[in-house]
């Protein structure tokens, strides 16, 4: 039984420090309500738009309503498509044929994801999520996966023809460095690596993460091709021989210059001939950020820190959706702001003659906003910015429209116990327990583009059993902040339902270079995509086609249509450019000030990063909006201080 599901465009997302309100809910605005000519109805409120209703959307608007006076400003979420939460997508399907999908209560049901599956709490950006979590009053329905748990431990690439379990110990990595097929060449690119001279890296500077490597390591090619390649695969979709080092490690291009190759970073200064101390900026941005850790910790408190270093990764009983839902509910409750769904964003411009930007959507709406947050998609802004033929806003178009991104395929396949007796493999499908597997780029005949596959039955056994009781978000406690997590002890637990979601496509979509004869890009239908599915899963895992085609099993395939965004060489400059236009006092458009980025496009892909941005947005925003003015004052005027969101490429 194969189901295709219609997929959504929007954006990503960020959090918050203070307390749930306790608010009935309100209205959610709809599409057909006239928006244009509500300042003056509202009493003189500022207006603040935000365009996009994903993950980054929601946080940016809900950190606004938190922090913003409701008397004073407006907040207006606009997102074009009829649902919100962008590219998370969490289903609860019922698995009994005859049992209604509204009446899950006791139905036998599988949780399953079209977009991010599991979140990691590291370092600040995994934090400030966390923090939001905790307002939400979401903590006490976190389920974990313990850093011992196999799902942790065990992680694999399928090279060249079968499946090689990752180290995940010191004491396991002289073995692996003997026998793994793609470590094969790791201590001869180590050891060229401590003899190769530096680069200079002046600001323009800039190389694919397979050239970097691939120069680090004196000409060798194993590393990037047979281990990198395969990690960028599960994270961006993408071709490590496109994608910018500078963007998406920077970590190495600071230790090549700072150390002079990656191997003498373990040396003592002393001990390094080419050493060099890092510069006064350097310095000073990693105490900034070293300082915006501690806070985060500080905030979170002994009791998250403890659970931190104790979690793998972690989900919610009905799915990371669970975070969108409860974000739209708050701010639905919130007086002062607006949800506008099937509302898209036709043009954007920015008046000369006016102090305000200018909105035209869709359905014929028009909106004056002070303030516009953008999350949606580069290339959609750069279209809608086409209205505006200023040489700052072409520029800004242009540079927009050379942030690419990819397309994937998630293929959902829900074995459930039923479909799998009488294998001959005992209780378990699978030939292994762990989290999943990627494949490189090197590995040969993948002629189906397969990305990875995630075995999440193994990742979080408990969740189907726990979501089909019906269990609400909802939280007695009147004080949600100070929510400790709940422990989860997954890698005790065995899953009745086996469940596999295949990614493919990606980067490999676009080698195909598939075109009708219109010229029109088109992608494999729906019935092609399961059949790749499914080929790797019998080829690479051994489930029998039996059990596959059993009529009990279900396969959910959905095309995520340019859902990553990818950081290709110079995109750190093209941001740095970016921000430089939305500060300009010189613009003749007159952005600067009133149009700020942040999202997937432009600091980080991940739901982490995402929320991370939106809220440091938001917060910069609101902080500005309330800075006291007039006689007395000592704040630097806001058109020195023009906030864009990508602070951190400046």
Not at 51 to 62: E, Q
Not at 123 to 132: E, R, T
Not at 289 to 300: G, I, S
Not at 357 to 374: F, K, P, T
Request: with cysteine.
């Amino acid at each position: 039984m194969v189901t295709m599901i219609r997929t959504v465009t929007s954006s990503g997302g960020r959090l918050v420090r203070q307390p749930l309100r306790c608010v009935a809910p309100a209205r959610l605005s709809g599409s057909r309500r006239a928006i244009g000519n509500n300042v003056s109805a509202q009493g003189g409120q500022k207006t603040i738009a935000v365009l996009g209703g994903g993950i980054t959307g929601l946080t940016s608007a809900l950190v606004l309503a938190r922090h913003l006076p409701k008397d004073r400003f407006r907040i207006v979420l606009l997102e074009k498509e009829n649902r919100l939460g962008g590219w998370v997508q969490s289903d609860v399907l019922p698995l009994n044929s005859n049992i209604q999908e509204g009446s899950l209560q006791k139905a036998n049901v599988a949780v399953v994801e079209g977009g991010p599956r599991s979140l990691r709490p590291r370092g600040y950006s995994g934090m400030v999520l966390l923090d939001l979590i905790r307002s939400l009053g979401l903590a006490p329905r976190l389920m974990s996966v313990s850093t011992s748990a196999p799902a942790a431990k065990n992680r694999f690439i399928y090279y060249p023809d079968r499946l090689n379990r990752l180290v995940s110990s010191a004491a396991g990595i002289p073995k692996a460095l003997l026998t793994s097929p793609p470590l094969k060449g790791i201590v001869p690119s180590v050891a060229a690596d401590f003899f190769t001279p530096a680069r200079e890296w002046n600001a323009d500077a800039d190389e694919s993460v397979d050239q970097f490597l691939t120069r680090r390591f004196g000409g060798r090619t194993e590393v990037p091709t047979n281990l990198v390649s395969a990690v960028l695969h599960g994270i961006y979709a993408g071709d490590s021989r496109n994608l910018s080092v500078r963007a998406l490690m920077p970590f190495l291009v600071r230790t090549e210059q700072e150390h002079g190759s990656l191997v003498r970073a373990i040396l003592p200064k002393w001990l390094n001939s080419r050493y060099k101390a890092p510069s006064q900026a350097q310095i000073d941005k990693g105490k900034r950020e070293a300082a915006e850790l501690e806070e985060a910790k500080q905030r979170l408190g002994p009791t998250w820190q403890q659970w931190l270093q104790s979690t793998s990764v972690y989900s919610f009983p009905r799915g990371i959706q669970e975070i969108t839902d409860a974000m739209v509910k708050e701010l639905r409750s919130q007086p002062h702001v607006e949800v506008h769904t099937s509302s898209g964003i036709d043009a954007l411009s920015f008046p000369t003659d006016s102090a305000d930007a200018m909105i035209s959507l869709s359905n014929g709406d028009e909106l004056s906003a002070q303030r516009v947050i953008s999350t949606i998609p580069a290339s959609a802004l750069a279209t809608a910015l086409r209205s505006d033929h200023s040489s700052a806003s072409s520029r800004l178009q242009s540079l927009l429209q050379k942030i690419p991104s990819v397309t994937v395929a998630v293929i959902n396949i829900i074995i459930p116990a039923s479909a799998a007796k009488k294998t001959g493999k005992g209780d378990r499908l699978l030939p292994v327990e762990g989290f999943g597997f990627l494949i490189p780029r090197s590995t040969p005949n993948n002629e189906d583009g397969i990305l990875g596959v995630v075995f999440d039955s193994d990742t979080f056994p408990e969740q189907d059993s726990v979501a089909s009781t019906g269990n609400s978000s909802e939280q007695s406690s009147s004080d949600t902040t100070e929510s400790s997590p709940s422990v989860q002890s997954s890698q005790v637990l065995k899953a009745e339902t086996t469940k596999l979601t295949v990614m493919l496509g990606g980067h490999w979509f676009d080698k195909a270079n598939i075109k009708t004869s219109t010229g029109v890009s088109s992608y494999p239908d729906s019935s092609e995509l399961q059949e790749r599915a499914l080929r790797t899963l019998e080829h690479h895992l051994g489930i029998p086609p039996s059990v596959l085609r059993h009529p009990d099993t279900r396969v959910i395939v959905r095309l995520q249509r340019d859902c990553i965004p990818q950081y290709t060489v110079g995109h750190v400059q093209r941001m740095q450019e970016i921000h430089n236009l939305l500060v300009s006092e010189q613009d003749p458009s007159r952005m600067a000030g009133k149009l700020i980025l942040t999202g997937a496009p432009y600091t980080g892909v991940s739901v982490n990063d995402c929320v991370a941005g939106a809220d440091r947005v938001g917060r910069a925003v609101a902080d500005q909006e309330l800075m006291p003015v007039g006689e007395g004052s000592t704040i630097t005027p806001v058109k020195q201080s023009a906030i864009t969101g990508l602070e951190m490429h400046a």
